[in-house]
């Protein structure tokens, strides 16, 4: 029973890993099993049967939520760009209450200086947007590249490996802070979409038995997979120890991050075709998704 329980609660924690604005740090120490993960990656060279025996049934969990749910967003974004778009903006704005009750609660002085610190942070991150969307659009040859195709997408620029691996590590940096939606940061950086797709075309290979299509997605994805290992192992002791020295820091560069979300999710999106009912319906959603994600981070 505890072994289910288990996986379980590592299907949750999937599931929070794709959804942007949904952070599965967070909702795993609402389950009471952060610490214990940490600690597990933290000592898997010192104890590996422990450890591993204790991370098995997350991680089955977890990559069952992806599988499970990862195809059902391809869908949305393809069919409901706006809603599913603005409905996620309604996530990551919904954390926001608790990632001020964690970061603004001393005195006045304390709080313009964390005021300053996440407006800092959220003109980076869209400066930072503007400058890999330059060096991105100059590094593609061909034309305009397909996004229904996410693999052939992410491996076009000139240093596709590189950037994908690096995208890996930050992913997995994300994982292991509570608080920050690993997906929403993908989001912004313009690589959720793309890896979404390529990994739904890996299950669609497997079911269509169709090896060519699998062996090229899994070789495109893999430098991606890679850094996320290397990451959790390189930032799951310094995050820890971050978390325990520089709490409120952390937090509030995190609410730089949600500040600056609406300026990249939406970054080169055409509102000319948009219509008025999905725009309504967009919002109505982004109203919902506030109050889901605000009541999510009130049990943490």
Same mark, same amino acid.
């Given at each position: ?68 749910? #990862?195809?059902? +967003? %391809?869908? /949305? !974004?393809?069919?409901?760009? @706006? ?9 990551? =704005? ?8 964690k970061s ?56 596709w490996i ?9 992913a997995a ?34 079911? #269509?038995?169709? +090896? %060519?299509? /699998? !062996?090229?997605?899994?070789? @495109? ?9 290397? =990451? ?69």
């Open positions: 029973m505890k072994y289910i329980s288990e996986l379980l609660k590592g299907v949750i924690i999937g599931v929070a890993n794709i959804l942007p604005g949904i952070s599965g740090g967070m909702l795993a120490i609402t389950m009471g099993v952060y610490d214990k993960i940490i600690h597990a990656v933290n000592r898997i060279f010192k104890e590996p049967v422990k450890s591993i025996r204790i991370l098995f049934p997350y991680g089955v969990g977890a990559v069952a939520g992806i599988v499970f749910l #990862s195809l059902v +967003f %391809e869908y /949305l !974004f393809h069919t409901y760009p @706006v809603q599913t778009k603005l409905s996620f903006l309604g996530l990551i =704005g919904g954390g926001l209450p608790t990632l001020f009750r603004f609660t001393r005195e006045h002085l304390d709080k313009m200086r964390g005021i300053f610190t996440a407006a800092l942070t959220c003109g980076v991150v869209i400066l930072i947007t503007f400058v890999a969307e330059t060096i991105i659009a100059s590094g593609k040859s061909g034309g305009e590249v397909n996004m229904a195709t996410g693999a052939y997408y992410l491996s076009s620029g000139r240093f590189l950037v994908l691996f690096l995208i890996g590590i930050v940096a994300t994982m292991v802070v509570p608080g920050v939606s690993g997906s929403m940061i993908m989001m912004m950086l313009g690589f959720y979409e793309p890896i979404l797709q390529a990994n739904n075309a890996c299950i669609r290979a497997i079911g #269509s038995m169709d +090896f %060519e299509s /699998l !062996f090229f997605n899994v070789m @495109v994805l893999a430098p991606y997979f890679t850094g996320m290992v290397v =990451g959790v192992f390189l930032f799951a002791k310094g995050v820890e120890k971050l978390l325990n020295t520089h709490e409120c820091l952390m937090y509030r560069i995190v609410i730089g991050l949600v500040f600056s979300s609406p300026f990249v999710i939406f970054w080169g999106f055409s509102w000319d075709t948009v219509k008025l009912y999905e725009l309504m319906g967009g919002i109505s959603l982004a109203l919902l998704g506030y109050v889901i994600a605000d009541l999510l981070g009130g049990e943490g």
